[in-house]
């Protein structure tokens, strides 16, 4: 029983990369646990050293090919940091204290994941519902992607995406579909509380979700060309911001 105990105290999940851990620190939701770096120090160390416990618990230098091994990739700038389990919402959000909230239909790339909650929390998204099925989930390289910012965010997974679709309505939010042939999003006019939703980079949002809300696109100079999932996601993200205030 007490090995039993120990394993699942054990248990935690690795971010790495200074932003990211830095914004881990600063955010105080999760518990470090151990820190793996080099000796000596790298660079990197000067951006977090301020943030990181008197007392940091467990810090072990290795080589920098150990770090990748750690960090499944070489991407870690000489810190991997071993926290606390991140904590999703246990339910989908209230719209009375969260007006604006953002859905994640099939986004798949971990980078794009990333930029996308980047810009949620640059522009004051109040939660986000990603799906456990068919998406990308919050990696390490998803919470390095998005500066480390994902650590503030109000993060609730559903189970599907027409699950998440049935939980939002229900809950009372208009939902505002991002298509390439929808309403121009600058002239709409919006119904609070509102969910953007985003959908995957290749296919756009599913069509069967694409009838539970209202099409709505960003202007482009040409029909035949489209922005990247995240920078629409980004533009978008910030009109919706200022029509949720106005």
Sequence with gaps: MHHKKRTKEQKGELIYGPHAI???LLAKKRRLMSIYTTKPLPKAWNRIKQYLPKKIPNIQYVSKDILAKIAGTSDHAGIVALVSPFKYATKIFDPKNK?????????QDVRNL???LRSAYCTGADGIVICKKGAASLTPAAFKASAGLAEYLNIYQAPSINAAVREIKAAGYS????V???ENALTVKYKKPLCLVIGSESIGISKDVQKEGKLITLPQK??????NASVAAGILLFILSEKVKA
Excluded: N, Q, T, W
């Excluded at 007006?99 to 986004?107: E, G, K, Q, R, S």
């Excluded at 939902?175 to 991002?178: D, E, K, N, P, S």
């Excluded at 040409?222 to 922005?227: A, G, Q, T």
């Design 175 to 178: 939902l505002y579909m991002a």
């Design 222 to 227: 040409r029909p035949d060309i489209s922005y």
């Design 99 to 107: 007006p604006f909230i953002l859905l994640l239909d099939a986004v």
């Design 180 to 182: 390439l042939e929808g």
């Design 114 to 116: 990333g930029a996308i």
């Design 22 to 24: 830095k914004e881990m």
